[in-house]
């Protein structure tokens, strides 16, 4: 499925939340018609193999995973969208994280997870959404969701087509775009030829360790996203937000978030797909205190092959010292990731793709970390992916 116009792109919401990519860009998925509905399910499993090195590196069997069903039909002159998503992390990924080293973000009972990353929730996203037409090249987009992503940043890692074949998380996902699970989500969006603006309201607070509930609150952030589709191949995103409240340890400081990115699709003949993104993600405490974190991805498909490079300049603070004790929370250094991976497609089913890969991830570990990571720490995951398609 490829869209011609950004406005069909929009109502197409393969994405998460109401994020789009490249008109280009695969959704690979199933698509069946039952009466008046037409019914999608994307999704994907990797079961992963990780060993670190160094005094902080750890090692972990487990599993990243997520599955979209989707139904969409046309009653009068609007396009209706139900969609949920899931994911069995909770089960999958045991102690509430698996090895990342200098990842930051989110709690659980009390502490900071940090060179760890934090398995999603059972329910990513509980959605509505609503598309009326007001012209040939006008949309009016309404979107409501108990569990949802507010615009904010661009789609998010889990689903990017140029981190689609990388089974870990970003290590600047808390800068960029880790609002994509957030409880009680409204975005209107209004799209004219190759602009859209959209505007959001949710709930601030990360999700807690309970991965299988529904977390709920009032609506106490907001956001705003400007999306420019210059050609079929390009998108571009800038945001902006006030978050209240995002962290359980500092209950009382709010966020502001700015981030921005690019995104390049290049399909290749009928066999394959190059997809790039660049992204910048900002956050400022209340107290003051400012993150930045730069990204760069991109993942070439031909085939049966796929070959990927993540490389990331990712701002810390010195709760990766204090091991997410809860003592004051301070900007501390950058470190940098240089990650590459390759995987083989063994096995292609009716509807499913198997493949066999790894990736290999290096460090530049600022100045103030050294003594605790040591200088040269790496990385390797190997793993089995299996795709819908």
């Not at 009326?132 to 949802?148: E, F, H, K, W």
């Not at 889990?158 to 600047?172: D, K, M, Q, W, Y």
């Not at 995103?237 to 500092?250: T, V």
Request: hydrophobic share 35%; proline share 5%; aromatic share 8%.
């Amino acid at each position: 499925m490829h869209a011609h116009t950004l406005v069909e792109r929009v109502e197409g919401h393969s994405g998460s939340g109401t994020s789009v990519e490249p008109n280009s860009t695969p959704a690979p998925m199933l698509m069946a018609m039952h009466g008046k509905w037409m019914w999608m399910l994307h999704g994907v499993a990797f079961v992963n193999d990780i060993q670190q090195s160094g005094p902080k590196g750890g090692d972990k069997l487990f599993s990243t995973n997520w599955a979209m069903p989707m139904a969409q039909r046309e009653p009068g002159r609007g396009k209706l969208t139900v969609r949920g998503m899931f994911s069995l992390e909770p089960a999958t990924v045991t102690g509430q994280r698996y090895p990342l080293l200098f990842q930051q973000g989110e709690t659980a009972y009390g502490r900071a997870i940090v060179d760890g990353q934090h398995p999603h929730d059972f329910f990513m996203e509980l959605a509505g959404l609503y598309d009326v037409r007001l012209g040939a090249r006008t949309l009016l987009s309404l979107y409501a969701a108990p569990i949802g992503d507010p615009a904010m940043g661009p789609a998010a890692f889990p689903h990017r087509a140029s981190a689609a074949e990388n089974p870990v998380a970003s290590l600047g996902h808390h800068q960029e775009d880790s609002t994509h699970i957030a409880a009680d989500v409204v975005t209107v969006g209004v799209t004219r030829r190759v602009v859209r603006v959209e505007a959001s309201g949710f709930h601030g607070r990360e999700p807690d360790e309970h991965r299988w509930n529904i977390d709920q609150g009032a609506i106490d952030s907001w956001s705003t996203r400007l999306t420019l589709q210059p050609g079929q191949n390009w998108s571009g995103q800038y945001s902006y937000g006030r978050i209240h409240s995002p962290e359980a340890l500092s209950a009382g400081e709010d966020q502001e978030r700015m981030t921005a990115s690019a995104m390049y699709n290049r399909p290749l003949g009928g066999d394959g797909n190059w997809s790039s993104t660049v992204m910048w993600g900002r956050t400022r405490a209340s107290d003051g205190a400012v993150e930045n974190s730069y990204l760069l991805e991109s993942t070439l498909s031909r085939r049966r092959h796929a070959v990927w490079t993540r490389m990331e300049n990712a701002g810390r603070t010195s709760e990766l010292l204090s091991g997410g004790s809860g003592l004051v929370e301070r900007p501390l250094t950058h470190v940098q990731s240089y990650s590459f991976g390759y995987d083989h497609e063994v096995a292609g089913l009716r509807h499913l793709s198997v493949a066999l890969g790894g990736q290999i991830s290096a460090y530049g570990v600022g100045r103030p970390l050294q003594a605790a990571y040591g200088e040269h720490p790496v990385g390797g995951v190997v793993f089995l992916r299996v795709r819908v398609r």
